[in-house]
């Protein structure tokens, strides 16, 4: 097994750390609710097109585990099919396409799907760069991630291993790269992933979805074991 990086804790004490999280928290709030008031009627179009795509009621709904192994309920654009586990990854199940819905499938390559955490990050739930929440049962990466710390910042729209990998990356690279983050958390470094983060968006760069992603799952944990 990879290893993994811990967390300096002194530096919840310091006055600049505590500063930087006062002015993190202060960026999302004004930004995730400028996003929403800007950006209301286009979400309004997407619900409308994601509701007769699907025929089923446009947000999806699933409990992701937030700060401090805190969970919560986290919003989504629907892009699976009604008859789609709901509590599972999509990178847990081996023929996902045949639930992922045809205007699913352009909403999570545009990443368009995640634009709802807007109200996850307006809540104090999430932040607009952090380790991107994980589902309860990814229960692989949540003990790494408890055992390393990146599970005590607030889970992010973006993070540091969107923006080096992606879908390409294994469990371990994820929650090596989170336990990074976690460790450094700085202006410059949210800055870097936020601007790196548009790029990655605008190309669709390193996005695995389906059963193509699933073999490249089931290979990863093969070659680790």
Do not use: H
């Amino acid at each position: 097994m990879q290893k993994v990086l811990s967390i300096n804790t002194y530096r919840a004490y310091t006055f600049s750390y505590r500063a930087f999280l006062a002015f993190k928290r202060i960026f999302d709030i004004v930004f995730s609710l400028a996003a929403l008031v800007m950006l209301l009627p286009f979400l309004l179009l997407i619900s409308i097109a994601v509701a007769i795509d699907t025929k089923a009621f446009p947000i999806f709904v699933q409990t992701r585990m937030g700060r401090n192994n805190k969970p919560f309920k986290i919003l989504k654009f629907r892009t699976m099919l009604k008859s789609a586990p709901a509590e599972v990854a999509t990178r847990e199940l081996k023929e996902s396409d045949k639930y992922i819905s045809k205007f699913g499938s352009f909403l999570r390559r545009s990443s368009i799907d995640e634009l709802p955490q807007l109200v996850n990050i307006l809540l104090g739930q999430m932040s607009f760069v952090g380790p991107r929440p994980v589902v309860l049962s990814e229960t692989d990466l949540l003990e790494i991630r408890t055992r390393n710390g990146a599970c005590s910042v607030r889970p992010g729209l973006t993070g540091i291993a969107q923006t080096s990998g992606r879908d390409k990356l294994s469990i371990y690279e994820k929650a090596r790269m989170d336990a990074f983050y976690a460790n450094n958390l700085s202006l410059s470094l949210d800055m870097r992933i936020l601007i790196a983060s548009v790029g990655y968006v605008l190309s669709s760069k390193d996005i695995q979805e389906g059963s193509a992603a699933w073999e490249e799952k089931k290979y990863k944990k093969e070659r680790t074991a």
